[in-house]
C-alpha cells in the first residue's frame, strides 16, 4: 500500500518520534472496527500541531491499541491566506455540513454565531455536546482532506460581541450587494500574513440592523452571483472563491 493511501487518524496526544503510544479509544474504533487494521499494519497519525507521523500497530489489547510512532513527515505549509469564518448557527446537518466543508477547502478559524434570526436554541449541556460534535466533524475533515493544522473552532457568541472585534478585510455575504468578490482588493497582509474575514447569516440571513452593524464594522457586502445560496452551500461556494481569488487554489510559484 503506497504512503498516500495510508489511513490517518487523529490524536490528541502530542506526537515524537521513535516513541510508542496507546491510541484514544475513538481513533482506536475507526482503526480496528471501520478500516480493520491489525497488529503490524502501517497507518499516519497527526496532532493537530502540523506533521503526520508514520505509525504501525504494535499491540491490540481488548479495545486499546498500541502504536509505534515512526518519523515525522514535512510541515504543513503556512497557508497563503488565513480565512476567518463566522457563520450564523443553523439547525443540525446544515450547520455540520458548512463546517466540514469549510474545514475541507482550507478555512482556518471558525466561529459560530447567534444572530437575531437563529432558530436554533442552545444553553448548558447540549451546548457543550453541540461543540463536541462540531470539534469531531473538524477533526474528520482534517483526516480527510490531509491537513495536519487543525483549524481553530471559537466559542459560540452573539454577532453583536463578535463584530465588536476587529476582523481584518471583513467581508459579509449578502445577496442584495452591488459588489463580487473579484470586485475587491487583494486582502492587505499584517504581522501574522494574508488575512480575510468572512460573515454569513443563518437561514433567513441577517437582520437589516445586523448588516448595517457589520458594514459600520467595515465589512464590505458582497453577492456570490445572481443566486441566492442556502446557508451550508454559502461558506464552501465563498471560500473556495476566495481560495482562488487570493488563496492556494492559485498555482503559487516556488520561491526557493
Not at 451546548?127 to 491537513?147: D, F, N, V
Not at 481584518?168 to 442584495?176: A, I
Not at 448588516?211 to 461558506?235: C, H, N, Q, S
Amino acid at each position: 500500500m503506497s504512503e498516500e493511501r495510508l489511513p490517518r487518524v487523529y490524536t490528541n496526544q502530542p506526537l515524537a518520534a521513535n516513541t510508542e503510544i496507546e491510541l484514544q479509544p475513538s481513533a482506536t474504533k475507526h482503526l480496528q472496527q471501520v478500516l480493520r487494521l491489525r497488529r503490524g499494519d502501517h497507518f499516519i497519525v497527526f496532532d493537530g500541531h502540523g506533521h503526520d507521523f508514520a505509525a504501525e500497530i504494535k499491540d491490540l489489547r481488548g479495545t486499546n491499541l498500541i502504536a509505534c510512532v515512526g518519523a515525522a513527515g514535512p510541515p504543513e505549509p503556512a497557508p497563503a491566506l488565513r480565512i476567518h469564518l463566522g457563520i450564523g448557527v443553523s439547525k443540525g446537518e446544515r450547520m455540520e455540513f458548512a463546517i466540514q466543508k469549510a474545514v475541507e477547502v482550507g478555512v482556518t478559524e471558525l466561529t459560530p454565531l447567534w444572530t437575531g434570526r437563529s432558530v436554533v436554541k442552545l444553553d448548558g449541556e447540549r451546548l457543550a455536546r453541540k461543540i463536541t460534535r462540531w470539534q469531531g466533524i473538524i477533526i474528520s475533515a482534517c483526516e480527510q482532506s490531509g491537513r495536519r493544522v487543525l483549524p481553530r473552532l471559537h466559542q459560540p457568541v452573539k454577532l453583536a460581541d463578535w463584530l465588536a472585534h476587529d476582523h481584518p478585510c471583513g467581508v459579509l455575504l449578502d445577496h442584495r450587494a452591488e459588489a463580487t468578490l473579484h470586485q475587491l482588493p487583494p486582502p492587505v497582509p499584517n504581522q501574522t500574513g494574508n488575512q480575510i474575514t468572512l460573515a454569513i447569516g443563518p437561514e433567513g440571513g441577517l437582520s437589516p440592523e445586523e448588516r448595517a452593524t457589520a458594514m459600520a464594522k467595515r465589512f464590505t457586502p458582497v453577492r456570490l452571483g445572481p443566486r441566492i445560496l442556502r446557508t451550508e452551500t454559502a461558506p464552501l461556494a465563498a471560500i473556495a472563491a476566495i481560495q482562488t481569488l487570493w488563496g492556494d487554489f492559485r498555482d503559487i510559484p516556488d520561491t526557493e
